[in-house]
């Protein structure tokens, strides 16, 4: 059973600290690996360097995008694949984050958080909200 008065406040704390982990993890790309690094770090994978920029600039803004409320769960469902492509990267390293190289907890988790975030909606204190589907009934002409 969900209380509906106060649902909405849990799905802002959700939408808050998910923008913010996301937010965090394009500083942390900027402040401790830096642009020119991650680029290089892409490189080593095989991957075009030139991404570099566009993730970062994807996850600041989506992050930046999801703590405000606007279009949220639009926004979380659609960095899913950014970060199911740099979980690919860290499987083979196992499950804990704090392992060498990294594991797959942290991606796993944003990805799940993200996917309950675009089922459940924005919550409270939105700027800018969308329904997932019509609400409401469909108007006849």
């Given at each position: 059973m969900i209380d509906s008065r106060s649902a909405p406040y849990g799905v802002f704390i959700l939408r808050a600290a998910l923008g913010v982990m996301w937010i965090s993890h394009a500083l942390l790309k900027y402040v401790v690996f830096s642009i020119p690094g991650f680029?290089?770090?892409l490189g080593s994978l095989g991957l075009p360097e030139g991404l570099a920029w566009p993730i970062f600039l994807a996850e600041l803004g989506g992050g930046l995008l999801i703590?405000?409320?606007?279009?949220?769960?639009?926004?979380?469902?659609?960095?899913?694949?950014?970060?199911?492509?740099?979980?690919s990267v860290h499987i083979p390293n196992g499950w804990l984050f704090s392992v060498a190289g990294g594991?797959?907890?942290?991606?796993a988790f944003l990805i799940a958080s993200s996917f309950a975030l675009w089922l459940i909606g924005d919550g409270a204190f939105a700027l800018r909200s969308r329904?997932?589907?019509?609400?409401g009934r469909p108007s006849v002409a």
């Open positions: 680029a290089g770090y703590l405000l409320g606007v279009y949220a769960r639009h926004v979380a469902l659609l960095l899913i694949p950014l970060m199911a492509a740099a979980m594991g797959w907890e942290y991606p329904p997932l589907f019509f609400v």
